[in-house]
């Protein structure tokens, strides 16, 4: 499976960034999908994840400001990020698993300026 991240840039404190995670490959191993993010000189950790049948679930960080989803029939995930604060500048990594199976996509950066 190849993850192709997409979406990130240069904001000002406050705005707004969609951010897109594209499929290809042996996608019936995927199940859950998710978005990580790991600022300089901090561990990766995670944002948000979607399960198969559209179950979420955010870092309490991001609550009430990103939102998660993905369209199965494109073989896609996004996540749209409101509010953004300087904080959540970051590397975001799109990651998508299964049953003994685990791929990451390679990272798109957000920068939040204030």
């Known amino acids: 499976v190849q993850l192709q991240a997409s979406g990130g840039g240069l904001v000002q404190a406050g705005g707004s960034l969609r951010l897109s995670c594209a499929a290809s490959?042996?996608?019936?191993?995927?199940?859950?999908m998710s978005w990580y993010r790991q600022a300089p000189g901090k561990r990766r950790e995670l944002v948000a994840g979607?399960?198969?049948?559209?179950?979420?679930g955010y870092a309490d960080s991001v609550k009430g400001r990103f939102t998660i989803s993905r369209d199965n029939n494109k073989n896609a995930m996004y996540m749209i990020m409101n509010s953004l604060k300087p904080e959540d500048t970051a590397v975001y990594y799109c990651?998508?698993?299964?049953?003994?199976?685990?791929?990451w996509g390679q990272g798109t950066l957000v920068t939040v300026s204030s």
């Open positions: 979607i399960t198969g049948n559209g179950t979420t």
């Open positions: 990651h998508a698993g299964g049953l003994l199976t685990s791929y």
């Open positions: 490959g042996s996608i019936f191993n995927i199940n859950a």
